[in-house]
Every structure is written in structure tokens, then in C-alpha cells.
């Protein structure tokens, strides 16, 4: 089994800073494409962002030039950096991953996390 656990969020003013963290265990062979999502009340999940195994990263045009999104392979973490946070960033924000197990040859499993709130106040 494999589980990613986000943690990071909270509650902060307009214009404040969070950094989340995913962390992914389990019978992991290696981590693929990671990404960021996020859902506010009402509203469907939403991407926020995407990491490559290399690094190479894409964000949401609502997000770009304020969240940056990392990873550590070795330590199978990734981050998302988030800098001059909006009200309308509140959200559960989830992470995602494209995962290789250990002894399933070079079939790809999807996974997620459970989610973490953020909450920006004006």
C-alpha cells in the first residue's frame, strides 16, 4: 500500500505564506508526476499545480508567479511554496501521485492524499 499525507495548512491573513508538505510511504518504487489540487465549498477540485519526476513544474494561471512546487525524491516529499495568499486560495488542497510499487513491474498506480485546509482571511 502506498499513502500520501499532507500536512502545512492552516489558517493566514491576505498577503501571508504557507508552505505544505505531501509525504509518501509505503511500497513505493518510485514517484512520478506529483501534483496539487484543491477544492473550495461548492466548487469541483482543481488543479493547482504539476511536478515532473525531473522537476519541471506547470502551475494554474490563478496561481503563477505566488506558488512554487517542489520535490525531494530522495525523501519522497514534494512542497508547495505559497506566497501572497488570497482569500480565494482557501481550499482543501490535496496532492497527488503516479506512483511505481514495488514488485509491479512498470505499472503506474494513482494516488492521494487525504487533504489539508487552508484558510486565507481578508
Known amino acids: 500500500q502506498v499513502q500520501l499525507v499532507e500536512s502545512g495548512g492552516g489558517l493566514v491573513q491576505a498577503g501571508g505564506s504557507l508552505r505544505l508538505s505531501c509525504a509518501a510511504s509505503?511500497?513505493?518504487?518510485?514517484?512520478?508526476?506529483l501534483g496539487w489540487y484543491r477544492q473550495a465549498p461548492g466548487n469541483q477540485r482543481e488543479l493547482v499545480a504539476t511536478i515532473s519526476k525531473g522537476g519541471s513544474t506547470t502551475y494554474a494561471d490563478f496561481v503563477k508567479g505566488r506558488f512554487t512546487a517542489s520535490r525531494d525524491n530522495a525523501k519522497n516529499l514534494v512542497y508547495l511554496e505559497m506566497n501572497n495568499l488570497k482569500p480565494a486560495d482557501t481550499a482543501v488542497y490535496y496532492c497527488?501521485?503516479?506512483?511505481?510499487?514495488?514488485?509491479?513491474?512498470?505499472?503506474?498506480?494513482?494516488?492521494w492524499g487525504q487533504g489539508t485546509q487552508v484558510t486565507v482571511s481578508s
Open positions: 509505503g511500497t513505493i518504487f518510485r514517484l512520478y508526476a
Open positions: 497527488n501521485a503516479d506512483v511505481k510499487r514495488m514488485g509491479w513491474g512498470t505499472k503506474l498506480f494513482l494516488y
